[in-house]
């Protein structure tokens, strides 16, 4: 079975595990489309991203907070290949810089190692995002009110990350930690994550990297969020021996 099929199915149960009057606000998310375009450049077609993902040595997730005024959309349909949103050029940095980086190269900002425009990336990398709250939100949420969806949701969160993306690097996007956090006691519980430095968590036992980064909307500056993060990962690859970076 296909992974969209799967993503579908699992959805299908989630949204009949709410009433019928919170269902409409439910965003699906997970594996990004990369295809063409349609509906005047407002949504996307499947690409080739399923393949991308099959074949991918590092398979990197992005595990954020909750989604922003976008009740019953499919994220996974969104025009990725021409957004241009600071939150997501962000995203889209450290899904290339973290596909790119090696024990001798680390991409940097400072280098102009960045596709412009940072989209493109799509093309050439998977893109996955995964919201631990899946009931559309605004601009900031609660860490109380997402670690209660985190409890509700946790055997979706676990299908959806663990046993059908089975990703080897999950991105925790901010919530100062909560992120983080909510990945270790609910998506992998029975993990026990060694700290390598304030970034990286690694699982020996299942080649799993944790990164605690901040959220892609924090005020700092971009060096901060994508050149720091490579930095410590390049830390974490000098320190382990994962096989995930070499």
Not at 2 to 20: M, T
Not at 85 to 98: M, R, T
Request: hydrophobic share 35%; charged share 25%.
């Amino acid at each position: 079975m296909y992974l969209h099929e799967q993503e579908d199915i699992l959805f299908e149960e989630w949204k009949n595990s709410y009433p019928s009057d919170v269902r409409e606000n439910i965003v699906i998310d997970g594996l990004c489309h990369n295809g063409e375009l349609y509906k005047e450049s407002r949504n996307s077609y499947s690409g080739n991203e399923e393949e991308l993902w099959a074949t991918a040595k590092r398979k990197i997730l992005f595990l954020m907070k909750d989604p922003n005024s976008n009740p019953g959309e499919d994220y996974r349909e969104w025009h990725w290949r021409e957004i241009t949103a600071k939150f997501f050029k962000v995203i889209f940095n450290w899904l290339q810089g973290l596909s790119e980086i090696t024990p001798d190269y680390i991409p940097l900002l400072e280098n102009d190692s960045y596709l412009d425009p940072a989209n493109q990336v799509v093309l050439k990398y998977p893109l996955a995002i995964v919201n631990v709250k899946k009931i559309s939100g605004s601009s900031s949420v609660l860490n109380n009110t997402l670690y209660d969806y985190a409890k509700r949701d946790a055997p979706f969160l676990r299908r959806q990350v663990r046993d059908i993306l089975q990703p080897n690097i999950v991105v925790c996007g901010g919530g100062s930690g909560s992120v983080l956090n909510i990945a270790k006691q609910y998506i992998y519980p029975d993990l026990t994550f060694k700290t390598i430095n304030n970034w990286c968590f690694f699982s020996e036992e299942q080649d799993l990297l944790l990164i605690n980064s901040w959220h892609p909307s924090a005020i700092i500056s971009d060096t901060q969020k994508i050149d720091d993060m490579m930095s410590n990962v390049a830390d974490f690859i000098n320190k382990t021996h994962s096989c995930i970076f070499r």
